[in-house]
């Protein structure tokens, strides 16, 4: 990867010029029997996509606070990313009275009203499907995301010192995403390209998002990222382990 790249979205960059086609996030749901593969330039565009919502359809500026109230899932994946490309935080499970933005999956809506400002909702349905009845005061993710535009460039230039992420209440710039997921891979069994990650830790620690994200983004590799994984039998896990091609594991 780029020595330069001092925040996740430069990572992201770095990949999609180094191999767009080579897969970045494979998911699988077990309680769901979802599984979707995405490629570096389809993860790329979810996250342009995004991003732009992000600036344009919500306002949202580089400081501002974006509470994530997601679980580990490949569209919480590109809601991360798609925060780091505008400069805002991403604060994981983050209070949502405290926030200037409330991104919530079906289970937490209730919570998610807490939330002053702009409101968004995601069904976190099998192939990003949309909420049968949009949930109120919520605008739905599926339907808004789709007209975005396929390239994003931020207003402002992100700085890789100011705050990006907040998880389980420690704050990190982007600067330090990166550093420590660089610095990690190691102990996770990520070498380098070509290196695949299944991780079945949830997102709300900083361990399951290096395991279930930076690590593989900033070392050229990919993640299997599982949800509901503890319902996998240990021969089923094993047999997707080899299918998958996974040459570590996080769980």
């Given at each position: 990867?780029n020595?330069?790249?001092?925040?996740p979205?430069?990572l992201?960059?770095?990949?999609l010029a180094?191999?767009?086609?080579r897969?970045l996030?494979?998911?699988?749901?077990?309680?769901?029997g979802?599984r979707?593969?995405?490629?570096?330039?389809?993860?790329a565009n979810?996250?342009?996509?995004?991003?732009?919502?992000?600036?344009d359809g919500?306002?949202?500026?580089?400081?501002?606070?974006?509470?994530?109230?997601?679980p580990?899932?490949w569209?919480?994946a590109?809601?991360?990313l798609?925060?780091?490309?505008?400069g805002?935080?991403a604060?994981?499970g983050g209070?949502?009275?405290?926030a200037?933005?409330?991104?919530?999956g079906?289970?937490?809506?209730?919570?998610a009203?807490?939330?002053?400002?702009?409101?968004v909702a995601?069904a976190?349905?099998?192939?990003?499907?949309?909420f049968?009845q949009?949930?109120?005061g919520?605008?739905?993710y599926?339907?808004?995301?789709?007209g975005?535009?396929?390239?994003?460039?931020?207003?402002?230039?992100?700085?890789?010192?100011?705050?990006a992420?907040?998880?389980?209440?420690?704050?990190?710039?982007g600067?330090?995403?990166?550093e420590?997921?660089?610095?990690?891979?190691?102990?996770l069994?990520?070498?380098?390209?070509g290196?695949?990650l299944?991780?079945?830790?949830?997102y709300?620690?900083?361990?399951g998002?290096d395991?279930g994200l930076?690590?593989?983004?900033a070392?050229?590799?990919?993640?299997?990222?599982?949800r509901h994984?503890?319902?996998?039998g240990?021969?089923?896990?094993?047999?997707?382990?080899?299918?998958?091609r996974?040459?570590?594991t996080?769980?």
């Amino acid at each position: 990867m780029n020595a330069t790249d001092r925040t996740p979205a430069d990572l992201l960059r770095s990949a999609l010029a180094a191999d767009p086609a080579r897969p970045l996030v494979t998911f699988y749901d077990d309680a769901t029997g979802e599984r979707v593969e995405l490629s570096v330039a389809t993860f790329a565009n979810w996250v342009a996509k995004t991003a732009n919502l992000l600036q344009d359809g919500l306002s949202a500026e580089p400081g501002d606070r974006v509470a994530l109230l997601l679980p580990a899932h490949w569209q919480t994946a590109v809601w991360l990313l798609a925060c780091s490309s505008v400069g805002v935080v991403a604060d994981v499970g983050g209070s949502p009275a405290a926030a200037d933005i409330v991104v919530s999956g079906p289970d937490t809506l209730d919570a998610a009203r807490a939330c002053t400002g702009e409101r968004v909702a995601l069904a976190l349905r099998p192939l990003g499907g949309r909420f049968p009845q949009p949930p109120q005061g919520f605008a739905d993710y599926a339907v808004e995301v789709p007209g975005q535009g396929d390239r994003f460039l931020p207003y402002a230039p992100v700085d890789p010192e100011e705050p990006a992420l907040i998880v389980a209440g420690r704050e990190f710039s982007g600067a330090e995403v990166v550093e420590r997921a660089r610095a990690e891979a190691p102990a996770l069994g990520l070498t380098g390209p070509g290196s695949r990650l299944l991780s079945g830790l949830p997102y709300d620690t900083w361990e399951g998002l290096d395991a279930g994200l930076y690590a593989p983004l900033a070392t050229g590799g990919s993640v299997v990222l599982c949800r509901h994984l503890d319902r996998l039998g240990e021969e089923s896990l094993a047999q997707r382990v080899e299918s998958e091609r996974v040459t570590a594991t996080a769980r």
